[in-house]
Each structure stands twice: as C-alpha cells, then as structure tokens.
C-alpha cells in the first residue's frame, strides 16, 4: 500500500453494509479532497476526512475493504463516479471479494499516484 502512515486499529462497531460485520481496520492516505462532507457521508460512513491534516481515512473490517473505499472515495473526488455508482460498485465487489474470493484491483492496491502538500490549515483570524 503506498501510503505515508498506515495505522491498524480496532473497535467493536457492529457494521450491516455491505455485509454484517465489525469496523476493525484503519488505513490512512494524505488526499487532496476539495468535496463536501455530506458527499462522503452519504458514499460510506466508514469513511473520515480530516481536512487539515489533507487526510482521508478508511475504517472498515479488513485492508482490502479500506483499500476499495479510498479508491472509490478518489473516483467520486475526480468524477469517474457519482456517490451512488461508487456505492453500488462498493457492494458488488464486497460480496464478491467475501464471499467467492474474487480479487479486483480495487482492493489490491491504490490506483492513484500518492499526492503530496494536501493539508489545509485554513486562514488565521487573529495574531
């Protein structure tokens, strides 16, 4: 995975999308994500932006499920998809994945150069 920082947590949120299961895996990539935060909402809840660091993390079950949201979270960002293209993609190629073992390269790797100078830190107000 070519990410700068790649943290593995858990938790016990039980999960029902795509499949019944529990947010176990965190995987961060540095993105430059310029959409709105209803927009990622809306796409998958497992999903966190943090716009100063120019962070986008992934929190799902397993590295390859991580992997296949931040793609799809970048296809939504460049317009491949839209939210509901990329959320059908997502569960297609979930149940594929979990339950025939069929690979994709969605879940074997990013599919976009790594960006650098991504965070955003804002204006400052006051001195």
């Not at 497992?46 to 929190?59: F, I, M, N, P």
């Not at 939210?83 to 594929?96: C, N, R």
């Amino acid at each position: 995975m070519e990410t700068d920082d790649s943290v593995s947590g858990y938790s016990t949120t039980s999960l029902p999308y795509p499949a019944r299961g529990f947010s176990e895996a965190n995987n961060k990539l540095s993105s430059s994500i310029a959409l709105l935060y209803d927009e990622v909402a809306a796409f998958d809840g497992s999903v966190y932006l943090d716009r100063t660091r120019g962070e986008a993390s992934g929190k799902c079950d397993s590295e390859e499920m991580n992997l296949l949201s931040l793609i799809l979270l970048n296809d939504i960002v460049t317009g491949r998809r839209d939210v509901q293209g990329a959320k059908l993609f997502y569960a297609q190629t979930a149940e594929m994945f979990m339950k025939n073992k069929i690979s994709s390269p969605y879940i074997e790797g990013l599919l976009f150069p790594k960006q650098h100078n991504t965070a955003d830190p804002d204006v400052i107000y006051f001195r």
